[in-house]
């Protein structure tokens, strides 16, 4: 029986910085598109090459940085960009607070770097990691996290310098990547789901729909998007068994 029991158990990936970056690779092609799309558009917002790898280093949020352009083009004031990509990037926070209670063994330099990194993206594959094994280490977060911001750096970077040359992103069908992205770091996810809790999966689905319909009847889509989230998580921690 137990021999059995070892037999169905996944098997327990390596907790190293190797594993990190190997675990990265699944979003990289989404990384390289995205950050490929934002250079083009950052140059064809009247933004340099210099200026569009400084916002990619700096800023590192592809909705942020886009929303940035966006306004940019518009002639926003400053005080209105800072604020509208604070509130876009607030997710975060929410991110940052579900993986921390697999970080507190660490220092708190090292838990502002974690949380420093930490994208929609790189945080799941990190949820998916915590649904195989229940845990997380340094090494093997630091890996995923330095993969996928040094590829972001250079996707946008190659973005800024080919944008001259590529006017329409959606050709190549560049703008849907993102959406390509999440659909397939979703699946993974699942497949670690217990069949269990998939109805509590998809009404959690449903809630977000309805909370993203509803709040976008008041409010812009960006912010729809934060108060969803909010109401909705705390909905499916709460009635999670």
Avoid at 202 to 223: D, Q
Wanted: proline share 2%; aromatic share 12%.
């Amino acid at each position: 029986m137990n021999e059995t029991w070892r037999e169905a158990r996944p098997a327990r990936r390596a907790d190293t910085f190797g594993q990190g970056i190997r675990d990265c690779v699944p979003t990289l092609l989404g990384y390289a598109s995205i950050g490929f799309a934002f250079g083009i558009v950052g140059v064809s917002s009247g933004l340099s090459m210099l200026e569009v790898a400084l916002l990619s280093v700096l800023v590192y949020a592809g909705s942020a940085q886009f929303i940035f352009c966006a306004l940019l083009a518009a002639g926003s004031p400053a005080s209105a960009i800072i604020l509208t990509t604070f509130v876009v990037n607030l997710r975060h926070f929410l991110l940052s607070l579900t993986v921390a209670p697999y970080l507190t063994h660490y220092s708190l330099l090292q838990n502002v770097g974690f949380g420093s990194l930490l994208t929609d993206e790189t945080f799941g594959v990190a949820a998916s990691r915590i649904a195989e094994q229940g845990r997380l280490s340094d090494r093997w977060m630091n890996g995923l996290n330095v993969t996928a911001y040094l590829s972001w750096i250079a996707s946008c970077t190659l973005g800024a310098v080919f944008g001259h040359w590529i006017a329409e992103p959606e050709r190549f069908g560049l703008d849907f990547a993102l959406v390509a992205m999440f659909a397939a770091l979703l699946v993974l996810q699942l497949q670690s789901v217990e069949k269990s809790k998939w109805t509590h999966w998809l009404s959690v689905v449903l809630y977000m729909v309805i909370a993203m319909i509803v709040f976008s009847l008041f409010v812009p889509s960006y912010v729809a998007v934060l108060l969803s989230t909010v109401v909705v998580a705390t909905i499916g921690a709460v009635t999670e068994r």
